[in-house]
């Protein structure tokens, strides 16, 4: 349906797991001190790629449909841990690009917040913190 996203996630071992998405298809395990054979990233992980991937699609999305002058853009997302239970309390992330005019990437970087799932998501119920790194 157009209104639904829909994976399916299937045992392949006895700690990991693979998640197809579409025709692609991401193992998800444990690292081994965990007890897993760190076959994949860990759900946490892909949560923390989840969003930081939905962002990134968006920010990329706008910088074509403006054909801004803007390059090498990365995202840093770094997810901080809670206890009892076991979550995230906060994420943090870094963008970072080469452009000439600060404003215009501002912008952007607004444009692709309010246009992605994950941090429409989110917003209210997880702390995110959203910046541009500055080097």
Do not use: W
């Amino acid at each position: 349906m157009a209104n639904e996203i829909t994976i399916q996630i299937a045992q392949i071992s006895p700690t990991t797991s693979e998640a197809t998405i579409r025709r692609h298809r991401v193992k998800v395990d444990r690292p081994e001190p965990k007890g897993g054979a760190d076959e994949g990233p860990m759900g946490g992980e892909l949560f923390l790629a989840a969003i930081g991937g939905c962002f990134m699609s968006n920010l990329l999305a706008a910088i074509r449909a403006r054909e801004a002058a803007v390059t090498d853009a990365t995202v840093e997302v770094i997810g901080t841990l809670a206890d009892s239970p076991a979550r995230f309390s906060a994420v943090d992330m870094f963008v970072r690009a080469t452009y000439d005019d600060a404003a215009l990437f501002e912008k952007l970087v607004d444009i692709a917040d309010r246009g992605c799932i994950m941090m429409n998501t989110l917003r209210g119920k997880l702390e995110v913190n959203l910046r541009i790194a500055v080097d």
